[in-house]
């Protein structure tokens, strides 16, 4: 697992986001938060080594964060908590 494929997760969550389904304002929000803080890290972190696991804001690991999210949008979007889940998978696989 590498920084591209999860890019690619992220490419396809904000699609299903634009795809119509009515989501909340605040739980957009916290993707879009999401989404900001894991391309930072991708960012800040050297070609192939260690992306880095907190947050500036505080609200604990970027996994712990996307898991809470996955919960929230299991039962009434489910389209987007598997995008989630794919995502979770991803980042665990790269030691976040």
């Known amino acids: 697992m590498d ?4 890019k690619n997760l992220l490419q396809r969550l904000k699609g299903e986001l634009e795809s119509g389904q009515t989501v909340a304002p605040e739980l957009k ?13 991708l960012a800040s972190s050297p070609a192939g080594g260690p992306v880095a696991t907190g947050t500036a804001d505080d609200d604990g690991s970027l996994n ?8 929230r949008f299991a039962a009434d979007h489910p389209y987007l908590a598997s995008t989630l889940r794919d995502m979770l998978d991803t980042l665990g696989k790269m030691g976040i």
């Open 29 to 41: 929000s916290l993707l879009q938060d999401l989404d900001r803080d894991i391309q930072q890290a």
């Open 64 to 71: 712990a964060r996307a898991q809470a999210i996955e919960a």
């Open 3 to 6: 920084a591209t494929e999860l």
